[in-house]
């Protein structure tokens, strides 16, 4: 829930390669490059995180045997870090896995990160958390650009340890007063 597609994604289909899980799909679209597609959503927007704080992602990607990704296209499971008063200026991404040309078919991967915020990732604007496919190479005429199926997405955003203990301590210190 809460996704956005964008570009040549599509989806969600029931898929057996994942277990029976509903899956997405993105893929090059010959579009002209370099070109994106997937699927895109918010984790937080300022104040919703701060400096010391972990956000925990992950998700799971599949190339099915013959759409192999073309050239050096690639599909990340990644965190992007947008600026300026709109939160439309990119700024940088943490990405927590990749498959390209050079990953096996038929294969699922599992990726998992914990990425603590510095005081210029706390800084962002926006930070979104995205599944995306990047078209770099179109490939010869006839040859597919490639194709990547995710699913299992998660994100989260978990207080710095010192912001709990605070949150803590402020609470005991409520209670005493009532009592």
Same mark, same amino acid.
């Given at each position: 829930?809460?996704?956005?597609?964008?570009?040549?994604?599509?989806?969600?289909?029931? %898929?057996?390669?994942?277990?029976?899980?509903? #899956?997405?799909?993105?893929?090059?679209?010959?579009?002209? %490059?370099?070109?994106?597609?997937?699927?895109?959503?918010?984790?937080?927007?300022?104040?919703?995180?701060?400096?010391?704080?972990?956000?925990?992602?992950?998700?799971?990607?599949?190339?099915?045997?013959?759409?192999?990704?073309?050239?050096?296209?690639?599909?990340?499971?990644?965190?992007?870090?947008?600026?300026?008063?709109?939160?439309?200026?990119?700024?940088?991404?943490?990405? #927590?896995?990749?498959?390209? #040309?050079?990953?096996?078919?038929?294969?699922?991967? $599992?990726?998992?990160?914990?990425? %603590? $915020?510095?005081?210029?990732?706390?800084?962002?604007?926006?930070?979104?958390?995205?599944?995306?496919?990047?078209?770099?190479?179109?490939?010869?005429?006839?040859?597919?650009?490639?194709?990547?199926?995710?699913?299992?997405?998660?994100?989260?955003? %978990?207080?710095?340890?010192?912001?709990? #203990?605070?949150?803590?301590?402020?609470? $005991?210190?409520?209670?005493?007063?009532?009592?």
């Amino acid at each position: 829930d809460g996704w956005t597609q964008f570009g040549g994604a599509e989806g969600p289909y029931d %898929v057996g390669f994942f277990g029976g899980n509903a #899956a997405v799909v993105a893929n090059g679209t010959f579009g002209g %490059v370099p070109n994106y597609s997937g699927y895109t959503q918010d984790l937080g927007v300022t104040g919703d995180y701060a400096e010391g704080d972990v956000i925990s992602f992950g998700g799971e990607m599949y190339i099915e045997s013959g759409k192999e990704l073309a050239g050096a296209n690639n599909a990340n499971i990644q965190l992007n870090f947008w600026y300026g008063a709109a939160g439309t200026d990119y700024g940088f991404s943490i990405v #927590a896995g990749t498959v390209n #040309a050079d990953s096996l078919t038929d294969t699922v991967y $599992l990726y998992n990160l914990d990425y %603590v $915020l510095d005081a210029g990732a706390a800084s962002a604007t926006r930070i979104s958390f995205d599944f995306t496919y990047v078209q770099t190479d179109i490939p010869a005429a006839g040859v597919e650009s490639g194709a990547v199926w995710g699913t299992n997405f998660y994100g989260s955003i %978990v207080p710095a340890p010192g912001a709990i #203990a605070l949150l803590g301590v402020a609470g $005991l210190a409520g209670r005493r007063r009532r009592g």
